[in-house]
């Protein structure tokens, strides 16, 4: 079966959606998902299915509605898929804590990156279906605005690599 990895946007972030993961990883067995693992307390959740990308995004956000009474985004990678975001990251020398993959449901448009606002120090490189931004003074103070980012969610490549790690250890028999 496939191993997929589900990112949620806005939980438990700055005092919003709060989410306990034990909550997500019951919603995700109730779901049919099996060897679900979660991966800190902001919405990765790693877990095989038979089901297709577009289908375990539709059960998830449908779950997470029910719960929170509001819409929660989901993104979902295959494994395959995320291990080749963290391959193809283009900033491989900046610090991981630094460099962030913002995952999208499609491409970004080809002009995303002349269309930022706010940008410094930052870089910016388009992926697949991610934006890769490297924060080069760190997040704290950036002003960065990335069209599209709205309706994605970000995972710095830290976190990218444990989900990869994570995933290739669900697919171990």
Do not use: W
């Not at 297709?52 to 993104?75: D, F």
């Amino acid at each position: 079966m496939p191993i997929y990895i589900a990112l949620l946007r806005a939980v438990n972030v700055g005092g919003t959606g709060k989410l306990p993961m034990t909550e997500l990883t019951s919603m995700c067995e109730k779901a049919g998902f099996t060897k679900v693992k979660t991966y800190i307390a902001s919405g990765n959740v790693v877990f095989d299915s038979g089901a297709s990308e577009a289908q375990v995004k539709a059960a998830l956000e449908k779950a997470l509605l029910a719960y929170a009474g509001r819409p929660v985004l989901v993104l979902v990678r295959s494994a395959e898929e995320m291990a080749a975001v963290l391959a193809a990251n283009p900033f491989p020398k900046a610090p991981p804590n630094r460099t962030v993959a913002i995952f999208m449901d499609r491409a970004p448009a080809p002009d995303t990156a002349d269309k930022v606002s706010g940008q410094k120090s930052e870089e910016l490189a388009l992926g697949k279906r991610e934006v890769y931004v490297h924060y080069g003074d760190g997040m704290a103070d950036s002003k960065l605005k990335v069209p599209g980012a709205e309706v994605g969610t970000a995972r710095n490549m830290n976190t990218v690599a444990k989900l990869v790690a994570m995933a290739a250890a669900a697919a171990t028999p």
